[in-house]
């Protein structure tokens, strides 16, 4: 017995050395799709066209000229721009360069920009020409704060043929590089080194704020890897995929597809802007086999009018949707087009998606009605999420799968952030328990599939976009004629859910024109915050309350229930 148990301490006392361990990275796959297949495009966008080997190059190019100007592990690096070639490119330089790559959100203000390069150190912001001015009013607003804390970053300008040239004009003017200029002062030959513990930080993204301030998430090599890998698995991507990025590579750096598609050797179809017959003419032009999309954008693929549409689809198109909960008539209506959907549900901090609602052949036999509803679930981990489960948030004890009883979602393994950074309180309440906590509420079917049924904090999700009720509250109490507000979610043929905003009116404004009223606080609103949190619709009227002076939002979002969908604009 002695013997046998020596044995076994003999085999798992064999150590790591340089041949049988490296640390996970997402960054070895740029180099193997440029080994293997290195005159294929990697990224195509309007005109321009990179192969594997020169998107490699270019990376490299990044990367070098990075860490030259002393920028490298510890130091993030922010990119503001849509989806262009460059930003691909920064996913694979910046952490070659072994510094952190912040994508930040296009759609926020610029208060909210000034907050996240702040709160995050930025060394370097590379920016699209066109937001220039966005990224120069937030860095005022910093400067106006006087606080010196801050050092103002290097300024790497992104140049676009199809932007007016006056925006890149005025910033090299003021100072900027120009994006190709930068990758000049780079070495071609330059020697990327993978990160010595796997553990270092890759990513750092922002949730959307819900608190007061968004929190900064911060992913690893590792996770990267794994889920790179995961998302193109769940979803039976082949080598060679084409993908259409209709999905911004700014929300959880494109749900880790920026790396898969150099794992598949695929290329990546960039669009600047995002309409359905952009869609369709990517998927008629450029072969696209996938892409992923919040469900508002899948509404405008179905509403689009004919001379749009390009039916039927040369080809199976794959699409994946996360967000809010697709309804079952849009998933039944794009299946009827010819679109394969998949429908996943996962946070920021779980590196994009982790669940997804698996398909099971023998709900083919279902009737459509049938089918849709169960495809609208949330569904079963990723294979690189080790733990997810419906829990009792105040026992930890999983609740019943009964389709009924509520409990917190949460999710344990690999692919959960490192923790929010500069915010040990946040990171305590979020891994309470060795879980990470969603903060969403929902249910467990008796077939393990959960599904989503509330949200905490009263989030509203618009057009893929998160939107902390609360804030926009906090904003609304500024404007001189609201007493009392709450926001809730109102169904929107378009966004999938509008904030819808109960106003109770001082009396000295009571009794005036609603209308008017609306406009002057839509226009207060414009100045104050993001444009896609603005209310779409607004309710005048005493709020309904609790005993103790609670605002009632469960009995305001059955009334903007009641009010039905806010309809379409058409233009």
Request: proline content about 7%; hydrophobic content about 40%; glycine content about 8%.
């Amino acid at each position: 017995m002695a013997e046998e148990m020596e044995k076994e301490k003999d085999i798992d006392e064999l150590p790591k050395n340089a041949a049988n361990y490296q640390a996970l990275t997402p960054l070895w796959f740029l180099d193997r799709a440029a080994a293997v297949h290195p005159r294929r495009p990697a990224v195509v966008y309007g005109t321009a066209s990179y192969t594997w080997a020169e998107t490699n190059r270019r990376s490299r190019l990044l990367a070098s000229a990075l860490v030259s100007r002393s920028i490298g592990p510890g130091c993030t690096v922010a990119v503001i721009a849509p989806n262009v070639p460059a930003v691909y490119e920064a996913h694979f330089g910046v952490p070659m360069a072994g510094a952190v790559i912040n994508c930040v959100n296009i759609r926020l203000n610029a208060q909210t920009i000034a907050f996240l390069l702040e709160h995050s150190a930025a060394k370097v912001v590379m920016v699209d020409q066109e937001y220039f001015s966005l990224f120069e009013e937030a860095l005022q607003i910093i400067d106006n704060k006087g606080e010196g804390s801050f050092q103002r970053p290097l300024v790497v300008v992104i140049g676009d043929e199809n932007c007016d040239p006056k925006s890149l004009h005025d910033a090299l003017r003021k100072g900027a590089i120009e994006y190709e200029k930068f990758l000049e002062s780079g070495d071609p030959g330059f020697s990327w080194k993978p990160p010595k513990d796997e553990w270092q930080s890759i990513a750092l993204g922002y949730t959307s704020g819900t608190t007061t301030s968004p929190k900064g998430v911060v992913l690893h090599h590792r996770g990267a890897y794994l889920m790179a890998l995961s998302v193109a698995f769940v979803w039976g991507m082949n080598e060679g995929a084409i993908y259409l990025w209709s999905l911004p590579m700014f929300h959880c750096n494109g749900w880790c597809y920026t790396w898969s598609l150099a794992a598949l050797c695929g290329t990546s179809i960039c669009l600047r802007q995002v309409t359905a017959r952009a869609i369709y003419s990517a998927i008629a032009n450029f072969g696209v086999t996938h892409f992923c999309a919040a469900p508002v954008v899948l509404n405008s693929l179905i509403n689009a009018p004919p001379s749009e549409k390009i039916l039927p689809l040369p080809r199976t198109v794959h699409v994946m949707t996360a967000g809010a909960a697709p309804p079952p008539s849009l998933l039944s209506a794009m299946s009827e087009e010819g679109f394969r959907v998949t429908h996943t549900y996962g946070l920021t901090e779980t590196y994009g998606p982790c669940t997804v609602c698996a398909w099971k052949p023998e709900w083919d036999m279902l009737p459509p009605e049938a089918r849709a509803r169960l495809h609208a679930r949330q569904g079963v981990p990723y294979v690189s999420l080790e733990g997810l489960d419906v829990v009792n948030p105040k026992t930890m004890a999983p609740v019943p799968a009964d389709a009924k009883t509520i409990g917190e979602i949460v999710m344990r393994g690999n692919c959960i952030m490192k923790g929010y950074l500069k915010n040990p309180e946040a990171n305590k309440e979020a891994f309470a328990g060795g879980w990470y906590h969603s903060g969403d509420l929902g249910v467990k079917h008796p077939d393990g599939y959960i599904e989503v049924k509330d949200r905490s904090k009263d989030i509203i999700i618009s057009g893929g976009e998160n939107i902390n009720s609360l804030e926009v509250e906090s904003l609304l109490y500024e404007h001189p004629a609201v007493l009392e507000v709450s926001v809730v979610a109102r169904p929107d043929e378009q966004w999938g859910e509008s904030p819808c905003a109960f106003i109770a009116l001082k009396r000295d404004v009571e009794g005036k024109d609603e209308k008017a009223l609306s406009e002057d606080i839509i226009k207060f609103c414009r100045a104050k915050m993001p444009a896609y949190w603005l209310p779409k619709s607004f309710v005048f009227g005493p709020l309904p309350k609790t005993a103790t002076g609670k605002v009632q939002k469960n009995v305001l979002r059955a009334k903007a229930k009641e009010l039905g969908p806010v309809k379409r604009s058409r233009l």
